[in-house]
């Protein structure tokens, strides 16, 4: 049975002083030639806000103010105060978690609880992990065969990459930027931000978080806008030396391509159709919990979304059931009702995109055992969905859908479940469900994938790399690989 819908009601409204204008050299500011976009609050399909829209004019003018402050105050800041800074933004972040949540429920159309719980802490833990780092960014002494028979002496420097362009989605933008912002500060770059049309609030608020932390103007600028418009000028800035990007393939590749003409650095976060594997000896109770969880949380809108569920065929049934009690058990509706579990998609596009793929999956064949359809209240809902009776070459298994659908599938042995599993052009996350200490990192090596989680989905952390193979994307953020993806490497050689 389908537990019943709270209803968005009038709606919580924006917290006073939440800003919309561009974030610009440390100034907030329209954009230069006027324009503005409208950012729509998605369970209730009212306007939220009217928010600037920056040109490639305004792009420049960031880019400007962070290329003087590599050679001007920031550059000259050094790493201890770098790393206080963060401290500060870490703790203005903690300090606002109210407002911070609310925008992105607000924004996004997730239950309130959930940006509470994950996304402004992860930000926050994310600008003091990078604190700690900042002081500790170090390079090598190496011994060389020396030069003309002279002796040398050789060592690394570890770099600013330089200015970089940091472009954010919309599934969680404040915890993106987050992992984005606080690495490429750490190692003394400036960058800046062009947050997504769909959900910019969140961060505009962490402008003047960074603001009052005391970071000097234009190291961080913030610049809102359309991707095709605002987002390509900063990836054909020739001014910029890295672009990271978090977003689609589609977009991803677009921007390889365009940054290639300036042989800018490049990172890109793509997306995902992550394999959860429940093999005949895991703890069904648990891996149900997991898996549901690895669907449904943030309404599915999650690049490690474990998509294509893979179980042991002799709990398959066991399996489908309880998934399909776990979908109808999420109450959907009201972002701001305690009691809401599952929001509305961020826009109706999505919405309407998720509505296909789950109309293609009836069409090739699939059982769907729950959900299947949107409610008929306003707001950009789909009911939580378990399709059955599916095989891996279906669409619905082979295509991101980024909503709360999950694809059941049986197999009969672990590799059958390691074939099906890396049988996708995807590589970004998978989670294995058993007991056996012995399979669990046997399966784990064969799984490719960046992050592999056994008795878990989504054991993220400030201090792990994050990064995907294959179309899942190039390069990875977060740990010590956020240093490595931050900095050039220098080698300076001195003939003895
Ligand atoms: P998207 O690619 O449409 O947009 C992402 C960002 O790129 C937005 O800010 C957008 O304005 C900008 N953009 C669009 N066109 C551009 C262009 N031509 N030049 C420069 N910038 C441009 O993606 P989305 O719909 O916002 O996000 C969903 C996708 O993001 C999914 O595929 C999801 O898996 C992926 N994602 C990946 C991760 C990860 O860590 N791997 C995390 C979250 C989301």
């Not at 074939?419 to 784990?444: F, K, M, P």
């Not at 953020?477 to 900095?487: K, M, P, Q, R, S």
């Amino acid at each position: 049975m389908t537990t019943a819908d709270t209803l968005p009601g009038v709606g919580t409204p924006l917290p006073a002083g939440t800003p919309t204008q561009l974030f610009l050299n440390g100034n907030w500011q329209p954009a230069s030639d006027g324009g503005v976009f409208t950012n729509i609050n998605p369970a209730t399909e009212q306007v939220l806000a009217e928010v600037s829209a920056g040109t490639p004019d305004d792009i420049d003018v960031a880019v400007r103010a962070a290329r003087a402050q590599l050679g001007g105050q920031w550059g000259a800041t050094p790493g201890v105060v770098r790393g206080q800074i963060l401290n500060k933004i870490a703790d203005l972040i903690e300090r606002d978690i109210d407002i911070l949540a609310t925008l992105e429920a607000l924004d996004v159309g997730k239950p309130v609880g959930q940006p509470k719980m994950l996304d402004v802490p992860n930000a926050a833990a994310t600008f003091r992990h990078f604190a700690g780092w900042a002081d500790k960014i170090t390079g090598f002494s190496i011994p060389t065969a020396g030069y003309f028979g002279k002796p040398t002496h050789s060592f690394t420097v570890r770099e600013p990459v330089g200015v970089i362009g940091a472009i954010v989605p919309w599934n969680t933008p404040l915890m993106i930027a987050a992992w984005k912002l606080a690495p490429a500060l750490a190692c003394g770059n400036t960058v800046v931000v062009k947050p997504p049309e769909e959900a910019p609030l969140s961060i505009l608020h962490l402008g003047k978080i960074l603001e009052e932390a005391g970071l000097p103007a234009g190291v961080v600028s913030i610049v809102p806008g359309n991707g095709a418009v605002t987002g390509n000028a900063l990836v054909e800035h020739p001014d910029v030396d890295k672009i990271s990007f978090t977003g689609s393939p589609a977009v991803g590749r677009l921007i390889q391509q365009r940054a290639a003409a300036t042989f800018k650095r490049v990172t890109l976060e793509l997306g995902g159709k992550s394999p959860q594997i429940i093999l005949d000896d895991a703890d069904v109770e648990a891996a149900v919990q997991g898996t549901a969880m690895g669907l449904f949380f943030n309404q599915g809108e999650v690049c490690a979304a474990g998509t294509r569920v893979f179980v042991h065929r002799s709990r398959y049934n066991d399996v489908v059931d309880a998934l399909s009690g776990a979908a109808d058990a999420q109450v959907l509706g009201d972002p701001f009702d305690p009691s809401t579990t599952l929001g509305a998609l961020v826009s109706a596009k999505q919405r309407d995109t998720v509505l296909s793929y789950i109309e293609q999956g009836k069409k090739e064949g699939a059982r769907v055992a729950a959900g299947g359809t949107r409610p008929d209240h306003s707001g950009y809902f789909v009911r939580p969905t378990i399709f059955a009776d599916a095989n891996n070459d279906m669409t619905i298994a082979r295509e991101e859908i980024f909503g709360p659908v999950g694809t059941v599938i049986a197999f009969d042995d672990p590799e059958e479940a390691i074939r099906l599993a890396n049988d996708t052009q995807y590589g970004l996350a998978a989670s294995i469900w058993t007991r056996d200490v012995s399979r669990a990192h046997t399966l784990a090596r064969q799984v490719r994938a960046g992050a592999v989680w056994v008795n878990g989905w989504a054991a993220i952390d400030p201090a792990l790399p994050w990064g995907g193979m294959k179309t899942s994307g190039i390069g990875r953020e977060l740990g010590y690989a956020g240093i490595l993806a931050n900095t050039e490497e220098k080698v300076v050689t001195i003939v003895l």
